[in-house]
């Protein structure tokens, strides 16, 4: 663990400590930290007892559970609040309308033309949802069909997800900016029957068309039957009769009422399927539950978020990300609280826009990634002076470790050195945040998300399995269940087990490693698997080394994360051609391309370096340590080479390198 190591000593001299705003204590869900240290130590007790309560206090169930938890981590096998049934839209929606927010906001919606912005009080969204609901079921979708969704960050997006949880279906939606080829490999993952897609996206003043990459995934897809098409720029899309209809005329279309009778769901029904990187080339398909999904959902929104009535959330994620389906939609909509959805980016126009935005909306909690402050750091306050942030009154940070530099940053220059961070570490399979500060009660250190919620047994292991000592540097695991884990590999009930519960049994195994200090605080390194973190965003990289390898030149890829001033990491690919080709510039410009047509822009290098060999074992394992430290331009120490069937390839690598400059 030399990587960690040595990220372990830069930030072991971190020592500053913030401590919680006195004001708006009062009114905190926690407002000191004696008072997280009971719920904690009560849900450490009593587990079931706290989340039972808990359960009732924060979701409405049409049938109560007759077992709060039935687990066995080393099977594994997670039930929550069996036998309960409820609907998840009931409870983003309708128990709202009984509760008299008919009339206030749910969703303020700002397109990224500044001119374009659309509002849903409760009402609205209801009728919206119910229509399409109603829409869904016109098309054939039934309980337990799977509806995949490929829309950018347009309210439709948000209306079709909470209308799939009013019937039953399950919704898996993929990133817009994902090319055609993930598209289909996730719609025939899940066998998805209904696909909702728009005719473009809208990206930095440019237009992106975005259904011609449904069409091409569509091609191979026998399960759906019928895509939906919402008009967002009015591009001319080709329309496949008896397929293919528009969202505007269905949802218009007579006999579409505008109410919707709640399906009641069990607890453990799948909610949706959301894919993430693994360390193979094939994503997994994470499955997540209604009850406990939900329940987890609420909680940690209401205690990380601290959210009040008054308040106006706006989370900077893309829905096609979970912390966007847990913090955009399900946390604050099953709250009943306002939520801001944007669907633009962070420098267009100007690197001013989230603080304009800040500004026009009077956001009071703001939660964003690491590798956007960093990007917006770079332009210094001029971008912020003159705009208003009075209304701001907490901030949040996902998505891999803040660097202690974009945090006081971030503390200074948007929280006026007045506000709490919360520095949330959390995973697409966990649902909802696990390790984080509560605003109101815990001292900060900038970098380390802190401690655990309640209800959160993390520990950090050694290579043996045994508890590390403090700041001794391991591997971040979780020793109970909690109601927001992942319930399985979509299809796939080995890979579920094998990944996060083989390596430590009984455990679930987060595949961070993290040491814990004296103070019991967490300081989160980064992955120890084959996945590397670009700009929050987790790649394999086995997926990338098959994307390259399916290019015709290629023969052979290896892919490393190197360190990366903004994106936190970068991708670095070291590419063998075959025999015969020859290694120039316009090959690497197509190699690129190749990447974004298989995986998507995300995914595309930043550096491809020929390759004559790859540092490889005797048994033909490629030696990843040696390839990150090149990529890292660290030529010192490469540890033990005698392995190395061809010691001589590192020295051959090194010289590429400084070759090509
Ligand atoms: O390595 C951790 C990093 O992001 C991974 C999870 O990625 P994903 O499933 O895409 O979910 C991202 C949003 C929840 C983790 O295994 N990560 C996430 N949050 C943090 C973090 N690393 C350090 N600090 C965080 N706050």
Request: proline share 7%; charged share 25%.
């Amino acid at each position: 663990m030399s990587d960690v190591d040595d990220k372990i000593t830069s930030l072991l001299s971190e020592k500053r400590l913030f401590e919680p705003p006195l004001e708006g204590r009062e009114a905190a869900v926690v407002g000191s930290l004696q008072s997280y240290e009971e719920s904690y130590r009560r849900s450490m007790e009593d587990p079931e007892g706290y989340w039972a309560q808990r359960a009732n206090e924060l979701v409405s169930w049409f049938q109560p559970w007759h077992t709060v938890l039935d687990a066995d981590l080393y099977q594994p096998e997670v039930r929550w609040f069996d036998g309960a049934t409820l609907n998840v839209s009931y409870n983003c929606l309708d128990r709202h309308l009984k509760n008299g927010k008919r009339d206030k906001l749910a969703i303020i919606w700002q397109g990224e033309p500044e001119e374009e912005v659309r509002t849903f009080t409760y009402g609205e969204l209801y009728e919206q949802v119910c229509r399409c609901a109603n829409v869904l079921k016109k098309m054939g979708v039934r309980k337990g069909d799977r509806v995949s969704v490929y829309l950018p960050m347009i309210p439709e997006l948000a209306i079709t997800l909470l209308a799939c949880t009013r019937i039953g279906a399950i919704h898996s939606v993929v990133f817009a900016g994902f090319s055609a080829m993930s598209l289909q490999n996730r719609i025939q993952d899940c066998e998805a029957k209904v696909l909702v897609t728009a005719d473009a996206v809208l990206r930095a003043g440019k237009v992106i068309p975005l259904k011609p990459n449904a069409d091409e995934a569509l091609e191979q897809c026998d399960s759906i039957e019928q895509c939906l098409v919402v008009r967002r720029a009015g591009l001319t899309v080709r329309m496949q009769s008896g397929r293919d209809s528009w969202w505007h005329e269905a949802m218009a279309a007579d006999g579409i009422s505008p109410t919707c009778e709640p399906e009641p769901m069990d607890a453990e029904d799948t909610l949706f399927i959301l894919y993430t990187s693994g360390s193979t080339g094939k994503p997994k398909g994470v499955v997540h539950t209604t009850g406990g999904y939900l329940t987890y959902a609420l909680h940690t929104t209401q205690w990380v978020f601290d959210l009040r009535d008054e308040d106006i959330h706006w989370c900077t994620a893309d829905i096609g990300w979970i912390t966007g389906h847990t913090y955009i939609l399900y946390g604050p909509l099953g709250l009943g609280k306002t939520s801001v959805m944007f669907e633009g980016v962070p420098t267009y126009p100007g690197p001013d826009r989230f603080w304009q935005l800040v500004e026009k909306f009077r956001v009071t909690i703001f939660y964003t990634a690491p590798t956007v402050i960093r990007a917006l750091m770079r332009y210094g306050d001029q971008p912020l002076r003159g705009k208003d942030l009075s209304s701001l009154r907490i901030l949040g940070s996902v998505g891999e470790p803040i660097n202690p530099e974009a945090w006081m940053w971030y503390h200074l220059h948007v929280g006026g050195g007045r506000l709490p961070i919360v520095d949330t570490w959390w995973q697409t399979e966990t649902g909802g945040i696990m390790i984080s500060p509560l605003p109101y009660a815990t001292p900060l250190k900038p970098g380390s998300a802190t401690r655990p919620l309640p209800g959160v047994d993390a520990a950090i292991l050694n290579e043996e399995g045994k508890p590390a000592q403090p700041n001794e540097g391991g591997h971040l695991v979780i020793r109970r269940p909690w109601p927001g884990m992942l319930r399985g590999v979509f299809g796939d009930p080995e890979r579920y087990r094998t990944t996060y519960f083989e390596g430590f049994p009984g455990f679930y195994d987060a595949g961070d490693g993290a040491r814990c200090d004296e103070d019991g605080y967490f300081w989160i390194m980064g992955r120890l698997d084959d996945v590397i973190n670009v700009s929050g965003h987790r790649l394999g990289t086995a997926e990338i080394e098959s994307a390259l390898v399916s290019h015709p030149h290629v023969s052979e890829a290896a892919v490393v994360g190197m360190p990366h001033p903004i994106k936190g990491q970068a991708v670095y690919a070291f590419v063998t051609l075959n025999a015969g080709v020859e290694e120039t510039t316009e090959l690497l410009a197509e190699l690129r391309v190749h990447v974004r047509t298989e995986i998507g822009p995300i995914a595309s290098p930043d550096v491809i370096q020929y390759a004559p060999g790859l540092p490889k074992t005797r048994s033909g394992k490629i030696m990843r340590r040696i390839l990150r430290k090149i990529a890292a331009d660290d030529f010192s120490d490469f540890g033990d080479i005698s392995t190395l069937a061809d010691p001589g390839v590192v020295d051959d690598l090194i010289k590429g390198k400084e070759a090509s400059g």
